[in-house]
T-cell receptor, first 116, second 115 residues
Framework: AQKVTQAQTEISVVEKEDVTLDCVYETRDTTYYLFWYKQPPSGELVFLIRRNSFDEQNEISGRYSWNFQKSTSSFNFTITASQVVDSAVYFCALSEKNTNAGKSTFGDGTTLTVKP | ETGVTQTPRHLVMGMTNKKSLKCEQHLGHNAMYWYKQSAKKPLELMFVYSLEERVENNSVPSRFSPECPNSSHLFLHLHTLQPEDSALYLC??????????????FGSGTRLTVV
């Protein structure tokens, strides 16, 4: 069975601080996919990144970076120089290759508040 | 536009009403999902459709009835709901059965209030 844990329920930072959102996952499959989504106050979840289990290369996209470590089953997300617009709920998700219709299991989400 | 369109955006209904939520995608995806998100609660998967066939139903009460007439459309029919059913209902679509998964594309959601 697959499981995603986001231990941080809420995080509050001041603008320009760096912040890391943690994600730990459990799976028995050797082939799986990890995702991060952002849900701003408007409600719509927006896809941020996908990583497959064979690609442990870290990725940077502007102020966003992701650290994938299979040894610790973690896929953490760092925002550098945070901005007020980064305030949102962030979800980590996992899809095993053989699940129903590519279904994803989501973590409970981390609410990030960036104060000016 | 996200590629997944949900209507209506907001819905207020009485407990004796019947209403339907609509989801439409033209991304060429062949899997569609309904999720429920209550206040301060995680995403709850309700239904999964793959190639227009329901492949998963997560113990959802019968007052919620999904319908997938084709690969581009998904409905959630609602009747005799309870106040605790008030929530944000999210539709998503994805590729299914391929060698790789590209994740979900979500709609903007329907904010449902049952009075």
């Amino acid at each position: 069975a697959q499981k995603v844990t986001q231990a941080q329920t809420e995080i509050s930072v001041v603008e320009k601080e760096d912040v890391t959102l943690d994600c730990v996952y459990e799976t028995r499959d050797t082939t799986y996919y990890l995702f991060w989504y952002k849900q701003p106050p408007s409600g719509e979840l927006v896809f941020l990144i996908r990583r497959n289990s064979f690609d442990e290369q870290n990725e940077i996209s502007g102020r966003y970076s992701w650290n994938f470590q299979k040894s610790t089953s973690s896929f953490n997300f760092t925002i550098t120089a945070s901005q007020v617009v980064d305030s949102a709920v962030y979800f980590c998700a996992l899809s095993e290759k053989n699940t129903n219709a590519g279904k994803s299991t989501f973590g409970d989400g981390t609410t990030l508040t960036v104060k000016p | 536009e996200t590629g997944v369109t949900q209507t209506p955006r907001h819905l207020v209904m009485g407990m004796t009403n019947k209403k339907s939520l609509k989801c439409e995608q033209h991304l060429g995806h062949n899997a569609m999902y309904w999720y429920k998100q209550s206040a301060k609660k995680p995403l709850e998967l309700m239904f999964v459709y793959s190639l227009e066939e329901r492949v998963e139903n997560n113990s959802v009460p019968s007052r919620f009835s999904p319908e997938c007439p084709n690969s581009s459309h998904l409905f959630l029919h609602l009747h005799t709901l309870q106040p605790e059913d008030s929530a944000l209902y999210l539709c998503a679509s994805s590729h299914s059965g391929r060698r790789e998964y590209y994740g979900y594309t979500f709609g903007s959601g329907t904010r449902l209030t049952v009075v």
